[in-house]
């Protein structure tokens, strides 16, 4: 017949069987909550915080634009540097002219966008592109018969 009496030996498992469970449901729970953070929640403000900067920065870029043609000279040469932020949500990006219009090309979708150039009527054309890791630069050029406005990539002179 078995001791009614339990061992004392055997008392000393019990807190340390319920602290294991405790600490094994803290890390369950803190797995499940940064997986769902992760998951769905975090992503989806971090492109919406993207697009935010997106606009933000194609929106300078379009003040630089009409800031570096003047209003009525016509025999012009003058390059103007314009700072852009290397990445947007974590990725390079371009920006591109497009029919008097700025393009930002993004390699994630809900970032990106389109902004219109307000440029006088001599502006004859707005050509090139930008690349986010290269240094980014204006370069107007004219003479009797217009303006020619470049977006190129290089240090300004």
Sequence with gaps: MRNPRP??????????VGKALEASIVVLYVSLLGATLYGGLVPEYRTAAGAEVGDRVLSQSTQRVQQAVPPTARAVETRVRVALPATIRGRGYSIR??????????????????ARLALPAAVESVTGNW????????????????????LESGAAE
Excluded: I
């Design 131 to 150: 690349s986010s890791g290269e240094p980014a630069v204006v370069a107007v050029r004219g003479d009797a018969d217009g303006l020619t406005v470049a």
């Design 97 to 114: 002219a497009q029919n008097r219009t700025l393009v930002l090309d993004h390699p994630r979708d809900g970032v990106g966008g389109r």
């Design 7 to 16: 061992d004392r030996r055997d008392r000393g498992v019990s807190p340390v």
